[in-house]
Structures are given as structure tokens and as C-alpha cells.
């Protein structure tokens, strides 16, 4: 059932001068209120989905005519929010925009809050919270991976992992509370066994989920590349050049960075933070030193990690340095000034270098390409939102206990608890359990016309 609550209205495109400006409306009554100032086809009598033309009229003898606009129809409950919805376009003047949604409130509409379209789309059952999350962030995407991702959730792929993790969990869980019902019959609806298996079943698939969440934050936010080295291997020339600016100073005096650099870059629709940093070496100098442990957190701190060198000396002296790494840290070894008549390939043990130049650019497209690659996967689910995260945190902890206590054969209200505690974190990722608060706080941060 579809409920129409009051009409609110707001403007749905950027603020500032444009060709043109949008205003929505929706809610009960929204077609006949917009009716009442649009001059034109009688809008209460139309089609849904039907665009028409006329002007919008104020109570102004002077000034009766505000602008001409084109009105567009969406009759509940085909439409966003499901309820009866209408669209003025009209001419981008910040002044037509205002004029027009004061006479919409003057005639029984209000101004909407932030996100609340979207809210009403998510109460009327048009998406789960997951998918209206994921509008918020289809309309922030800045790169190509970043919208495949909301996307993806906003067709439902993450939300229906979870309702099938969820669906499996429901079974077990009414069995359990079946078994509660008829406690002092000492009879036993769920096999404990198939219990276990499930909840082993349901944690290897929440696994890559939560795993999945420190590159998901990166796809948004931009995903973290070290460039480290010794002093003057050509760690800022290669800054420059991926950047294709003049980011950091270049000279050959070493020791020149002595504090992090970074600039985003755009590769193959993924977005990047490159990170220049100091020349890692043993020094007295305070100021360098204070850079160099600055490069070390950058490299610990990083997705992936461009080990740069440009002889044997830099070679041991950035090999060092990848033994204090994790093992599944994503590392790139990267050879430079293979243009100096000098140069000597080296090889590492069974690695395969990069060999470039920064300062020609040879092999920076090699070393473009060998970045992508190291990233996930793009068919997988991946985690970008942290209150998806932490809820799906509480969801394997409230597993775990329960493996524990199945393991330790605690009595049925108790495994039962731990169930419903898992199905209550499972349910609040996607709205199925949910509270005002929680709702207030998601939509807050949405735009006022969406």
C-alpha cells in the first residue's frame, strides 16, 4: 500500500544560473495543486508519464505569468516516491526558481527536507535502504568505479546477497523458537549440525564482505598509491609525470621532498591518490627526518606501494624496506632512468620489474596498466558504506557466538538470542528493521531536491 503523505516540493537541480531548472512536487494532491497555477491542458485530466506545456501563474495582477514551462506526469505509484509526482522545467534564473516554489507553498505545498524524495521512495517500498543509500552515492561518483559500485547497489546486487544470507538464517532461527515453544517437552526442531554448517556457510560469505570494505571506502574516496624509494631515484619526476604537472620540485639534490605529496588521478575509470614521498635514508636532519617517518605511515598506510629504484644501491636499500611490509601488501617494483647510458636491468629473485624512465615516459603506461590490475575484481560485491560495514561486524560476532555456543551445547533461549541478534544487524543494513533516528541521519546527508 502506497501512502501519500503531504505535497513538498523543492528544486532538483544545482544551484546558480543554468539553461534550465527543475522543480519537483510530489505527494496527495501534488497534480491538482500544480494544476491550480499551471495555465494549459487541465493536468487532473492527463496521462501519466506526459509532458506538457503552458506557464505558471502567481496571484500577481501585475505580473501574472512567472515563466513557460514544461510539466511532466507521474501518477502513483508509477513514479520515484510512488506517490503522484510532478516536475516543472523550467528557465534556470534563481529568481523564476523561487518565484515558482513560493506560489507552490502558497498553495498547500511545504518545502522538502534534505533526502526526503528519496524517504518516501524507501517507506513506500520502492528500494531497500541499501539501494536509496546507493542513490546518494551514484550522484557523488566521480569515477567509473565508484558508479559501477553504486550502481550496482542500486539494482539490488548487494541487497540480494544479503536477503538470501538473511532468508537461510530466518529458517533456523523459526525452528529454534519452535523448540522454545515446546520446552518442556525436551524436543529438538533444528538439527544442531546443519546449525554449525550454515552459520560456517553464512560467515565464509559475510568474510569477503567485511574484507571487501577498505578498498570499497578507497574506490569513493580514492585509492591510496606510495611512491618510495631512496633519495633521487625519480620519485617526484614520476609524480609529474603520471600527474603530467609540475606537482613537486625536482632538483638533484637529495633530501628535495620532505613532506607527503599527493594529487588524485583518474585510470581506466578508477580514481587514484598518488603519494610522493621523502627519500628514505638514515639522516641527522630533523626536518627530513620528521618526512621520512611521514613516507614510512604512507606506505603502511597504502593500497599499493611503487618500490622505485635506480641501481643496486637502491635496489637493497627499498628491499629492505618491503621486508617490514605485509605479506599481502600490493607491491610494484619499479625500475627508473633506464634511459641513462649506464643503465643496467636488474632483476629481483623471481619478480618481474617495470623498467621506465620518468623523465621520457617510457614504460609509464606499463606502470598505469600494472596499477589497475592489482585492484579487485569489478564483478565482486564490495562494501563502500560504514554503517553497512559495522553492521555486518555484528552480524559475524553474533555468529560467532552462537558457533561458540553450540560448541559449549547452551540451551535453545540462549542460541536463539544470538540468531535474532544476527537477523536484527542483517535487517538494519537494508532497512527490513529500522528506526527514526536512523532514517533522520541517512537522509540528512542527502541533496534537498532528491
Known amino acids: 500500500m502506497v501512502f501519500q503523505q503531504e505535497p513538498i516540493c523543492a528544486v532538483a537541480t544545482p544551484a546558480g544560473v543554468g539553461a534550465l531548472g527543475i522543480i519537483r512536487v510530489s505527494g496527495a494532491g501534488a497534480i491538482a495543486l500544480t494544476n491550480g497555477i499551471f495555465s494549459g491542458k487541465d493536468l487532473t485530466k492527463v496521462d501519466s508519464h506526459t509532458v506538457h506545456f503552458g506557464t505558471i501563474r502567481a496571484d500577481n495582477a501585475a505580473n501574472p505569468i512567472i515563466d513557460e514551462v514544461l510539466v511532466s ?13 510532478v516536475e516543472i522545467s523550467c528557465h534556470g534564473s534563481d529568481y523564476i526558481i523561487r518565484q515558482i516554489l513560493q506560489v507552490l507553498v502558497k498553495n498547500g505545498a511545504r518545502l522538502a527536507k534534505p533526502g526526503e524524495f528519496t524517504q518516501r521512495a524507501f517507506l513506500n517500498g520502492q528500494f531497500d535502504l541499501v539501494q536509496a543509500e546507493a542513490v546518494a552515492d551514484l550522484i557523488a561518483a566521480d569515477s567509473a568505479a565508484a ?21 537461510e538464517l530466518i529458517h533456523f532461527a523459526s525452528l529454534i523458537e519452535l523448540e522454545l515453544d515446546f520446552g518442556e517437552e525436551d524436543v529438538e526442531f533444528a538439527n544442531r549440525d546443519d546449525l ?3 552459520i560456517a556457510h553464512l560467515q565464509s560469505a559475510i568474510a569477503p564482505l567485511i574484507a571487501s570494505f577498505s578498498h ?5 574516496e580514492g585509492i591510496p598509491v606510495a611512491i618510495i624509494g631512496a633519495p633521487n631515484v625519480g620519485k617526484s619526476t614520476l609524480l609529474n609525470t603520471l600527474l603530467n604537472e609540475e606537482k613537486a620540485i625536482v ?30 635514508r638514515q639522516t641527522d636532519d630533523l626536518v627530513e ?3 621520512i617517518e611521514r613516507s614510512k605511515r604512507a606506505m603502511n598506510q597504502a593500497d599499493v606501494v611503487v618500490l622505485i629504484y635506480d641501481d643496486a644501491t637502491t635496489l637493497a636499500a627499498v628491499s629492505s624496506l618491503a621486508t617490514d611490509l ?3 601488501k600490493k607491491l610494484i617494483w619499479v625500475q627508473n632512468k633506464i634511459d641513462q647510458e649506464d643503465s643496467n636491468k636488474l632483476l629481483i629473485n623471481e619478480i618481474a620489474p617495470i623498467f621506465i624512465s620518468a623523465k621520457t615516459g617510457v614504460g609509464i603506461e606499463n606502470l598505469k596498466s600494472q596499477i589497475t590490475q592489482l585492484q579487485i575484481n569489478p564483478s565482486q560485491t564490495v562494501v563502500t558504506n560504514l554503517r553497512h560495514y559495522e553492521h555486518l561486524l555484528k552480524t559475524n560476532q553474533a555468529l560467532t557466538d552462537a558457533l561458540m555456543g553450540l560448541e559449549n551445547n547452551i540451551t535453545g533461549d540462549f542460541l536463539a538470542q544470538d540468531i ?4 536484527h544487524h542483517l535487517g538494519e543494513i537494508t532497512g527490513q528493521i529500522v528506526n527514526d533516528d536512523l532514517l533522520a541521519n541517512i537522509f540528512s546527508k542527502f541533496c534537498i531536491g532528491k
Open 326 to 328: 605485509e605479506p599481502t
Open 420 to 423: 535474532r541478534l544476527s537477523l
Open 216 to 220: 570499497g571506502n578507497a574506490l569513493k
Open 73 to 85: 506526469i507521474f501518477k502513483s505509484p508509477r513514479s520515484f516516491t510512488k506517490e503522484d509526482v
Open 289 to 291: 627526518s620528521m618526512g
Open 147 to 167: 558508479h559501477h559500485s553504486a550502481l550496482t547497489q542500486l539494482r539490488g546486487g548487494f541487497s540480494k546477497q544479503l536477503a538470501a544470507l538473511r532468508q
Open 251 to 280: 632538483t638533484p639534490i637529495a633530501g628535495t621532498t620532505r613532506d607527503i605529496i599527493e594529487d588524485i588521478l583518474f585510470i581506466d575509470g578508477l580514481k587514484f591518490r598518488i603519494i610522493d614521498t621523502a627519500g628514505i
Open 196 to 198: 554449525k554448517n550454515l
